[in-house]
């Protein structure tokens, strides 16, 4: 397992943008599966965005596809969320998630971080 600190939430108007980061420990990043999910109250974690251990494989939620970016710097051990064109249905909490493996399902990340908050005010 790998620990795992989110930042770079807060609070922005709509139609803004926000790059969170999400720092990792350990030596072996680059062979993790990095992925970002968001939970906004009274509503199941959802997928947002999942990037391979060397970022030749990219997926996104439909509903972010062409707003948010996702990337990885492994010399940093840290991978980032680039949230553009933001929307109040984009409220949440955010949080990174690391597995060797890569799935869209959240059940498939052994490693989270304690996750940090967006709000968009319309």
């Known amino acids: 397992q790998v620990q795992l600190v989110e930042s770079g939430g807060g609070l922005v108007q709509d139609g803004g943008s926000l790059r969170l980061s999400c720092a990792a420990s350990?030596?072996?990043?680059?062979?993790?599966?990095m992925g970002w999910f968001r939970q906004a109250p009274g509503k199941e974690r959802e997928f947002v965005a999942a990037?391979?251990?060397?970022?030749?494989?990219?997926r996104y939620a439909d509903s972010v596809k062409g707003r948010f970016a996702i990337s990885r710097d492994n010399a940093k051990n840290t991978v980032y969320l680039q949230m553009n064109i933001l929307k109040p249905e984009d409220t949440a909490v955010y949080y990174c998630?690391?597995?060797?493996?890569?799935?869209?399902?959240?059940?498939?990340?052994?490693?989270w971080g304690q996750g940090t908050q967006v709000t968009v005010s319309s």
């Open positions: 998630a690391a597995d060797p493996n890569f799935s869209r399902d959240s059940s498939g990340y052994g490693s």
């Open positions: 350990g030596r072996t990043f680059s062979l993790y599966v």
């Open positions: 990037i391979s251990g060397v970022g030749s494989i990219i």
